[in-house]
């Protein structure tokens, strides 16, 4: 008897355990067919499916004419299946590393790259391994011809600039982001990233368990969407010249750099641009990287005497002054609190009046016009012609000096800034501002994107109605200025008679450690033409040249030898 009840206790809890393992599996099945029914459809769909991500070709860069500044081009990766490699390594280097090099002649630069390629091949732990990227087509079908089993190819796309360092700071380039995909930084590739990008397709089908397509079954394509291009302002004959006149300015003028814009005034549309030093866009990486910053919208600068067009034009407009006003402190240097302001060239006018102070750059006369504007009318002004504030020009990488808040401004800082110095401006920003003047009082925001072209379509970018900051007499008046400095000024000797130039020379000491350089400069010529109705203005900038501190013997004669082509260029003709 008690055997048989140990036997029923046995049974029962056999049926027990029996019953608890049942009820696991039921709640687990619940689990994973109810509970997690979608999420595991959606796995099993992954496995069966394969997909392939299908990037999208950049857009184009164009100049004004339709040619290309920025193309992208079919280029190659190069790489190893490690394990289907059968030639010796060292052959596989020896064959391959002069393709991969500049100069087949260079020794040490094969020898460098063959060991780069035997280093790369001779790795254990990895399967695949990359040799060398974006190849191009012609040196790819070479290697084929080599018929190396294990080297495979992989299409890229690479960004082909025809201008090279030409259109550098202007056009940018096109790096990798964190993810590995292609990004552009700096200048139009960086600002317009997102339109030159367009939208990646994708293509999905069913894949058997090798991942080989399953012939009739299901097939998804969702084609790439091509980048829209950019049709700009730039007039590429123009910026080819102005590029290789800059160069040549600052070889000759001994200069550190150097700055060169061109604008059209009526339409604020950037006809050419170029800064030096520069880099090469289709090799970026082998530049330091404070060389991507374009000078012409990233540095700032005191302007020196450019500067009194601006202050001149104010005071004309706010009437506190008249062209035939005579300067009652232009007999001699003028003491303000510890300071004590002089001329250039220490050369002084009693009798001066308005127009005789922007022919003589007289900086005494100017602190004249300063006292007369007084802080509050200054700095109005100056935020009216956008000095302080970004011009949102269309490029990546714009900076603003800005300006002193109204409490920080003293009675040596007013009569300072009013002849140029202690004040900041980016270049673009200054020939925004005398834009303004050639343009008969009305400011308009500079733009190098005209419009926007896609397959099909084009759309204009949207075009700046102008604000008006001083009164079309008072920009006839310092116009009529203008055209005397450039004709009675310090640049007189520069001048083409009869192309009816309005232009100023700016000579700015450069502020180090709280004090100015007494040998060290930045020399600027500003101008426009012809001045009744201007076709372009033109702002050139020379960061220290040696043979003279002097804008009249450096910026201004290189100013005049761009501006003969750009005569020529828009059928400018002589008066008289």
Not at 69 to 89: G, M, R, T
Not at 149 to 157: D, N, R
Not at 522 to 551: C, H, N
Request: glycine share 8%.
């Amino acid at each position: 008897m008690p055997k048989l009840n140990e036997m029923l206790l046995r049974l029962k809890l056999l049926f027990t355990f029996i019953f608890f393992i049942f009820f696991v599996l039921l709640v687990r099945l619940y689990y994973w067919q109810i509970s997690k029914n979608e999420e595991l459809s959606i796995q099993a769909k992954m496995q069966q499916q394969s997909s392939l991500k299908i990037n999208a070709p950049r857009g184009s860069i164009l100049a004004s004419d339709k040619s290309y500044l920025a193309v992208s081009k079919e280029s190659w990766l190069i790489f190893a299946n490690l394990p289907e490699i059968e030639e010796q390594i060292d052959s596989i280097a020896d064959r391959l590393s002069p393709l991969f090099v500049e100069n087949v002649d260079d020794k040490d630069a094969l020898l460098s790259e063959s060991n780069r390629i035997k280093e790369v091949l001779s790795k254990k732990k990895i399967v695949w391994a990359p040799l060398k990227q974006r190849v191009e087509t012609s040196v790819k079908e070479k290697i084929q011809k080599m018929g190396i089993k294990g080297i495979g190819f992989e299409e890229q796309e690479v960004r082909y600039y025809p201008e090279a360092s030409i259109s550098a700071h202007l056009l940018g380039f096109v790096g990798k982001n964190s993810n590995g995909g292609d990004q552009g930084y700096f200048g139009l590739e960086g600002y317009y990233d997102i339109v030159l990008s367009g939208k990646p397709g994708y293509l999905v089908r069913d894949s058997d368990a090798t991942g080989l397509p399953i012939a009739g079954e299901n097939f998804k394509e969702m084609l790439a969407i091509k980048g829209a291009d950019l049709l700009t302002y730039i007039d590429r004959g123009v910026n080819l010249k102005l590029d290789k006149k800059l160069r040549e300015g600052i070889e000759r003028y001994g200069a550190k750099g150097g700055t060169a814009i061109v604008m059209d005034p009526k339409t604020g549309g950037i006809i050419a641009m170029s800064s030096y030093p520069s880099y090469d866009p289709r090799k970026y990486f082998n530049f330091n990287d404070q060389l991507f910053q374009n000078p012409a919208i990233a540095v700032s600068f005191e302007p020196g005497s450019i500067f009194k067009v601006l202050i001149m034009a104010s005071a004309l407009d706010a009437k506190v002054v008249e062209p035939s006003t005579k300067c009652d402190l232009c007999k001699g240097p003028i003491k303000i609190d510890k300071y004590t302001i002089e001329t250039w060239n220490k050369v002084y006018y009693p009798e001066s009046n308005m127009t005789d102070v922007i022919i003589h750059s007289d900086n005494v006369g100017m602190v004249f016009v300063g006292q007369k504007l007084g802080v509050d009318k200054m700095l109005k002004y100056l935020s009216l012609f956008g000095i302080g504030e970004k011009t949102e020009i269309d490029l990546q990488g714009e900076m603003n000096p800005g300006l002193r808040k109204k409490e920080d401004w003293g009675l040596i800082d007013l009569a300072t800034a009013s002849f140029g110095q202690g004040v900041a401006v980016t270049p673009i920003q200054m020939i925004r501002a005398v834009g303004a003047i050639a343009n008969k009082g009305v400011i308009l925001k500079p733009k190098v994107v005209n419009k926007i072209v896609g397959d099909g379509w084009e759309m204009d970018v949207k075009k700046d109605t102008g604000k008006r900051i001083i009164s079309e007499r008072a920009a006839r008046e310092i116009t009529t200025m203008m055209v005397q400095a450039a004709e009675k000024g310090e640049s007189k000797w520069t001048n083409l008679k009869g192309f009816r130039v309005a232009g100023k020379t700016g000579t700015a000491q450069i502020p180090i450690k709280g004090h100015y350089d007494e040998e060290k400069t930045i020399a600027s010529f500003i101008g426009f033409a012809p001045y009744e109705d201007p076709k372009f203005v033109m702002l050139v900038t020379l960061r220290e040249p040696q043979s003279s501190p002097w804008a009249s013997e450096t910026a201004a004669p290189l100013w005049y030898s761009i501006a003969k082509d750009l005569f020529i260029h828009f059928g400018i003709q002589p008066k008289n």
